[in-house]
């Protein structure tokens, strides 16, 4: 793989803008990566200055300390781990067994590269690994269905020990890309794998572009605050779909996530029908502050942000209603705007869509987690 920077052509005309140092590392043509990823964080505000690494031997320039990858300085290293991980030091004949075998030697190479990272990389820098997709072609190469679930439950073990990798003090963090393809999207490309050893679809590369954009944000200390909705509409006659998105911004704020009503409409409305609803996931106390008025929406959020004492950059304002959304994005440019769109049994998946309140750890976590794990927070705005 040949290594490269890849500078953001925007920097010259945008010298202010917030850059983050990554270094890309794999096998075969990762650097197809980046174009998705610095896309991804361009949306988010972020310029990426990026170097592709890995010529030779795969993941060397995380154990050298004289590579072109620490030569870098890079904040964040990607090391993608790509669907072929593993199965290229398994022999063939193979028995589940053996396919143990070499994840649990490639998960113990992974931790040493991670103490090598940390070691080697500039102070706060994170490297980031990824879970590896199970690929038909390998599961069914066993006849046996009694193998095929065993090998199931080994390879679900293994992407389980590299989840439990992840380790903000030690500057480790793990991307699950289960979602990624769950949602449909195919892990591997047989042909480029067979001929240019490049074995992750581009759309894979696209999901996990996105899933690092939003760790990236994370790390820089750039989750959203506050999510301000409007609740009209809410009790129709598709209740149902309105009631599993309340409960998705019931558990959002169970996590420090501040909710706020901004509704066009008389206060005296707005308060009895957060009292008089008992069936509604959502009550009066999960909302840090109630806005009824029949003024805009804009200057609603603007009320919001004040009254919480939070920037304006810190709200996501999610509505259905296209004038609403658009009036927001003109006045209050730096707000985030989701548009649910008409649809309520989609408004769950467009909320989450990009992360907008994901951070590296939780303040609580410390005291919860195991001894070992989770010690420090990992601070924001380091870049």
């Known amino acids: 793989m040949r290594e490269r920077d890849c500078v953001p052509t925007g920097y010259a005309h945008h010298p202010d803008t917030p850059t983050v140092r990554v270094a890309?590392?794999?096998?075969?043509?990762?650097?197809?990566?980046?174009?998705?990823?610095?896309?991804?964080?361009?949306?988010?505000?972020?310029?990426?200055?990026?170097?592709?690494?890995?010529?030779?031997?795969?993941f060397a320039g995380l154990a050298d300390p004289r590579s072109p990858l620490y030569a870098h300085a890079p904040d964040v290293t990607l090391c993608v781990l790509d669907p072929l991980t593993v199965w290229d030091k398994v022999p063939t004949p193979w028995q589940p067994i053996e396919v143990s075998v070499a994840a649990e030697r490639q998960r113990k190479v992974l931790g040493e590269l991670a103490e090598a990272h940390?070691?080697?990389?500039?102070?706060?820098?994170?490297?980031?690994?990824?879970t590896?997709?199970?690929?038909?072609?390998?599961?069914?190469?066993?006849?046996?269905?009694?193998?095929?679930?065993?090998?199931?439950?080994l390879w679900r073990q293994f992407n389980a020990d590299l989840l439990y990798m992840a380790d903000p003090s030690a500057g480790v963090a793990v991307?699950?890309?289960?979602?990624?393809?769950?949602?449909?999207?195919?892990?591997?490309?047989?042909?480029?794998?067979a001929y240019a050893d490049a074995h992750c679809t581009t759309e894979l590369l696209a999901g996990y572009a996105r899933e690092a954009a939003h760790l990236i944000r994370g790390l820089r200390g750039a989750a959203k605050k506050c999510l301000v909705l409007d609740l009209d509409r809410t009790r129709t006659?598709?209740?149902?779909?309105?009631?599993?998105?309340?409960?998705?911004?019931k558990q959002l704020a169970s996590q420090g996530v501040l909710l706020a009503v901004c509704s066009r409409n008389d206060p005296e409305a707005v308060a009895r029908a957060l009292a008089t609803h008992p069936e509604s996931p959502l009550e009066a106390d999960d909302f840090a502050t109630?806005?009824?008025?029949?003024?805009?929406?804009a200057e609603g959020v603007r009320t919001v942000a004040a009254r919480l004492g939070l920037a304006p950059e810190a709200v996501v304002f999610a509505d259905d209603t296209p004038f609403e959304r658009e009036s927001v994005r003109a006045e209050v440019p730096r707000a985030v705007v989701v548009p649910?769109?008409?649809?309520p049994a989609l408004h769950?998946?467009?909320?989450?869509?990009?992360?907008?309140f994901d951070t590296p750890v939780l303040p609580d976590e410390e005291r919860r987690a195991p001894a070992g794990r989770w010690a420090h927070p990992v601070g924001g705005g380091r870049w």
Request: proline share 4%; net charge positive; with cysteine.
């Open 118 to 130: 940390a070691a080697h990389a500039p102070a706060g820098a994170t490297l980031v690994l990824n």
């Open 340 to 343: 649910l769109g008409g649809e």
């Open 290 to 297: 109630v806005l009824a008025d029949w003024g805009s929406k």
């Open 237 to 249: 006659l598709r209740g149902a779909a309105f009631a599993a998105f309340q409960r998705t911004i």
């Open 24 to 58: 890309v590392t794999g096998r075969g043509t990762v650097g197809e990566l980046v174009p998705a990823l610095t896309g991804q964080l361009a949306r988010h505000g972020i310029l990426a200055r990026t170097r592709v690494c890995g010529s030779g031997e795969r």
């Open 175 to 193: 991307l699950d890309l289960e979602p990624v393809t769950s949602a449909g999207v195919r892990a591997d490309e047989p042909r480029t794998g």
């Open 132 to 153: 590896v997709p199970l690929l038909h072609r390998f599961t069914h190469q066993l006849t046996s269905l009694t193998q095929r679930a065993e090998l199931g439950g």
């Open 348 to 356: 769950v998946e467009r909320l989450l869509a990009d992360g907008w």
